[in-house]
């Protein structure tokens, strides 16, 4: 059931922005409490190298407590919320049109937007339910977009693609904007290839995501999880981080010599097995 939200429901960030909309209309379940949202956009005329990168992007991040938003267009927009449905991820859909199924657009989405909201996500628009989309009505689409994630994702776009008004307008929001670089031969890469000259982040995988929206990369965890392969010293500090105490402690309590016991500590770091912080340090496992 389509209904208009109130002011207190609105997506926290999306209330910061300098033209937030008058009224938002929603079907489906809101943003879940806690998850970062993530903004994927890219090329309606993707290639086989964009599907791929996406749908590898969004199977990594399956489990994350992230949302995925994207407009519902053709191109990179529906393979981003097909990729979501498919690794049990909410997604939420923002079409530049009324939310009545009507006036969606592409109509052949129409189905995509009901396979979201059985799945436990959302549809959302600043117009009125049989508002029927308009070029003039994907720009204004975009700042929601930009203005309601934490960071926007670019996959695949050519220099003057619309896509990039997104970008522009979370950079504005001061937003993360990430991009995926693609084939240097291949126009569609021109977009991503711009906005990482213009100080975007590199997206390679996605930790390189879970880096860029503030969650912890999985690429750090513990390498090598087996004690009883680490050495006699080693396993020396791994017993006495039960608890988590000061470099200076863990060094006294070790018994070694100041120069030995800091280069184990290293060595043990490099591991990914321990970390420092607020001045302790603590076994990762």
């Known amino acids: 059931m389509i209904r208009g939200l109130l002011p207190e429901e609105y997506p926290e960030l999306l209330k910061e922005i300098n033209d937030p909309p008058v009224q938002l209309r929603y079907e489906g379940v809101l943003p879940l409490e806690g998850n970062k949202l993530l903004a994927i956009v890219g090329s309606r005329k993707f290639t086989t190298y964009g599907r791929e990168v996406c749908e590898m992007l969004i199977a990594g991040l399956a489990d994350a407590p992230i949302t995925i938003v994207s407009g519902l267009a053709l191109g990179i927009d529906s ?64 700042r929601i977009m930009a203005g309601m994630c934490h960071a926007t994702i ?52 996605h930790n390189d995501i879970r880096e860029l ?5 999985t690429d750090e965890n513990p390498t090598l999880l087996d004690v009883e392969e680490l050495s006699d010293e ?10 988590p105490c000061s470099r200076d402690e863990l060094i006294r309590l070790s018994k070694l010599d100041t120069g030995s016991a800091s280069a184990i500590l290293s060595l043990l770091e490099i591991k990914g097995l321990i970390k420092e912080e607020m001045g302790e340090v603590r076994k990762t496992f």
Not at 171 to 177: A, F, H, I, L, M
Not at 234 to 243: N, S, Y
């Open 79 to 142: 393979v981003a919320h097909r990729a979501a449905l498919r690794v049990g991820l909410q997604t939420i859909a923002i079409p530049g049109s009324g939310l009545d199924r009507k006036v969606i657009h592409p109509r052949s989405h129409a189905s995509l937007a009901d396979e979201i909201i059985e799945n436990g996500g959302g549809l959302m628009s600043e117009y009125d339910d049989l508002m029927p989309s308009g070029v003039w009505a994907f720009p204004r689409r975009n």
């Open 154 to 205: 670019v996959i695949e776009a050519e220099k003057r693609s619309g896509t990039l008004i997104t970008s522009r307008l979370a950079t504005e929001y001061n937003r993360e904007v990430g991009a995926v670089p693609g084939p240097i031969t291949s126009p569609t890469s021109d977009g991503p290839h711009m906005l990482i000259r213009l100080g975007a982040a590199l997206i390679r995988d």
């Open 213 to 217: 929206l503030g969650l912890t990369r």
């Open 234 to 243: 080693e396993k020396v500090f791994i017993k006495i981080l039960e608890k």
